[in-house]
């Protein structure tokens, strides 16, 4: 209803959510849910947890429009990180992490969609350096961090392994920021064994934080001295019509 006690209608764009007053006048006033009584109408109560969704949709905006995820695809990883906070949190180190690494628009992506996905900044950043040496896929390592959330360890973990054994591949897999179902599978089928898949990790990594801090440091310099030269070739022509 408007304010003046008639029916109002409220109309929306494609993916567009409600805006917390809308949401008001379709269910009338707040004060009703949020009254501590343990006997709600089931109305109210409807009420009270849609209310609650949307008091977070600013800040779902704000990822909306900072990083381009869906709607759908940004309450996905809500659930999967278990809080917004939690989302934020990941998505804030990233930014950080981005000030010092020079990212092509493919790693970016790839790395955004881990975060999303379910992983946590550092755990993104090692995944996707331990996607290459895997030869997993992106998408398959975010499905199996879905699982392990999801379903918690998965059975495997319970299989004949030494105890010292299975500790070491835990600690691999927290090394590699993968889920531990996925370096299980991984040394089930290959002739690797964990030290050696440490050492693959450690120095991909190593090369790929070194890559991408030589970019940072000498990108402006390459673009300055395009700059520069495109300067002085403008110079040589204009002299050469003089």
Request: aromatic share 10%; with cysteine.
């Amino acid at each position: 209803m408007d304010g003046k006690g008639r029916t109002a209608s409220v109309h929306l764009e494609q993916n567009a959510g409600l805006t917390p007053s809308e949401v008001k006048s379709l269910f009338g006033q707040i004060t009703y849910a949020e009254a501590n009584t343990v006997e709600l109408d089931p109305v109210y109560e409807l009420q009270a947890e849609i209310l609650q969704i949307y008091r977070i949709r600013p800040e779902i905006q704000m990822i909306q429009d900072g990083f381009g995820y869906t709607y759908e695809e940004i309450d996905s990883a809500i659930f999967y990180h278990g809080d917004i906070g939690t989302l934020q949190k990941s998505l804030k180190g990233f930014l950080t992490a981005e000030k010092y690494y020079s990212l092509r628009p493919e790693e970016k992506s790839d790395i955004l969609d881990l975060i999303f996905g379910g992983y946590t900044n550092s755990q993104a950043f090692a995944a996707y350096v331990s996607s290459s040496i895997l030869n997993k896929p992106i998408q398959q390592l975010i499905m199996d961090k879905q699982t392990e959330i999801v379903e918690g360890r998965a059975c495997t973990e319970e299989a004949f392994l030494e105890e010292d054994q299975e500790e070491e591949r835990k600690a691999l897999a927290a090394l590699m920021g993968i889920p531990y179902i996925t370096l299980d599978t991984f040394l089930e089928d290959s002739i690797e064994n964990i030290e050696s898949l440490k050492t693959a990790y450690t120095q991909a990594r190593s090369n790929f934080t070194e890559i991408q801090t030589n970019q940072k440091r000498f990108l402006p310099m390459l673009r300055r001295r395009q700059r520069e030269g495109t300067r002085r070739k403008k110079y040589v022509i204009r002299f050469a019509l003089l």
